[in-house]
């Protein structure tokens, strides 16, 4: 069997490493550099606490790997289990934080519901009078997003696959029923079995090469390296302040890195051309909703530099996995959780292409057509 599989992210990479497991002839192209784009713009979180089961699942299923990943990729990806908080400031949103619970302890997670002065206990510079309750789990985290690129890479290429970096798709080429192969820029045409969309913010393009819309909108994020007026300590967990949309997690000596959106969804932008620079005025705001509700920041804290990436955003918030049209598999819209749900993804492109059918986990709600039904399957755990 053969298989391409076009981008050169996390997604993409594990998706032709645990194919070349299977013993398929794998050819990955990316257009510029391996995990250049949205991958090595991510702030790498590993988490289990989402509001939906089919994104726990994808989280528990990627968490095997991710805690097994230096002894297996031979590669120390920095994983720091120092907890996600998530914060609710009413009555509704802790209801909901309940439910979420009660769901992800279902399904084997040991998330727990939180009075606010508890909370303080795993954030000692939490403002507990802001909020009305708060979760956490314990062993959520995050890691280094380019070093796991390194060691899907190496065993990648170990196992046989063809990596083509500075290798554009022209064209995803079809028969009419199916499609067949991809055509290259430089004119070249690859043959396959299957072809791979972990393209990302560039899904929908390819895409669309194969005559398939698919509802993924590329939306530009920001990061904020910052020093705090009160150092962070390394043992704080990525803290999110849900309904406003801010978080923060801790860096090293005592830095912290500092997000959030602020707004209703602007429009998506060109992936191609976007700004790659932090907005200083997004930063100050940055740091400002995050002084509201914790006691580490003030008008005083230092922005020292940042970012910004792109999220590959469905509608729900879900990605799309799937296979779209006979040949042509989707795996992308994660929305900005490609990352920590790559490991699984990359099992799951495998058994679609090898086996005809997902077996690690239930992923029929992942499907593109509930855009057309209108299923209700939405992620509020997303900031």
């Not at 929908?204 to 398939?212: R, S």
């Not at 699984?344 to 495998?350: D, P, S």
Request: aromatic share 8%.
């Amino acid at each position: 069997m053969d298989v391409v599989v076009v981008g050169g992210g996390i997604v993409g990479l594990s998706s032709a490493h645990y194919l070349a497991e299977r013993g398929v002839d794998v050819v990955l192209c990316e257009k510029g550099s391996l995990g250049s784009a949205s991958t090595a713009r991510s702030a790498g979180g590993i988490r289990s606490q989402f509001s939906t089961a089919v994104n726990v699942r994808l989280s528990e299923a990627s968490r095997e790997v991710w805690d097994d990943f230096e002894s297996v990729f031979g590669v120390d990806i920095e994983h720091r289990r120092c907890g996600y908080l998530f914060l609710a400031r009413t009555e509704e949103a802790a209801a909901q934080f309940r439910e979420n619970v009660a769901m992800q302890n279902d399904l084997g997670v040991d998330s727990e519901f939180l009075d606010p002065a508890d909370a303080v206990e795993y954030c000692p510079g939490l403002k507990a009078e802001t909020f009305v309750g708060a979760t956490y789990h314990a062993t959520d985290g995050f890691a280094d997003p380019n070093l796991a690129v390194q060691g899907y890479a190496a065993a990648a290429r170990d196992g046989g696959v063809d990596v083509r970096t500075n290798t554009a798709v022209a064209d995803v080429l079809t028969d009419g029923a199916a499609v067949t192969g991809v055509e290259l820029a430089d004119g070249e045409r690859l043959d396959a079995d299957f072809v791979v969309n972990a393209a990302g913010a560039w899904a929908a393009p390819l895409a669309a090469m194969a005559d398939v819309d698919l509802p993924i909108e590329p939306h530009r994020r920001q990061i904020a390296v910052v020093d705090p007026t009160i150092p962070v300590p390394e043992s704080v967990p990525l803290t999110i302040d849900l309904e406003t949309g801010s978080y923060f997690r801790p860096e090293r000596d005592g830095a912290a890195l500092v997000g959030g959106h602020f707004e209703e969804d602007g429009d998506p932008v060109d992936p191609d051309r976007y700004s790659e620079s932090m907005d200083i005025e997004w930063a100050a705001t940055a740091v400002e909703r995050a002084a509201d509700y914790t006691t580490y920041f003030d008008g005083d804290s230092r922005i020292k530099r940042g970012w910004a990436g792109l999220y590959a955003v469905t509608p729900d918030h879900h990605p799309i996995v799937e296979e779209t049209i006979p040949g042509f598999v989707t795996a992308a819209g994660f929305s900005g959780h490609g990352f920590q749900h790559a490991p699984a993804t990359g099992q799951l492109v495998a058994e679609l292409c090898v086996d005809g059918e997902p077996s690690l986990t239930d992923i029929s709600e992942l499907t593109s057509d509930r855009f057309e039904t209108g299923d209700d399957l939405v992620e509020r755990n997303v900031a």
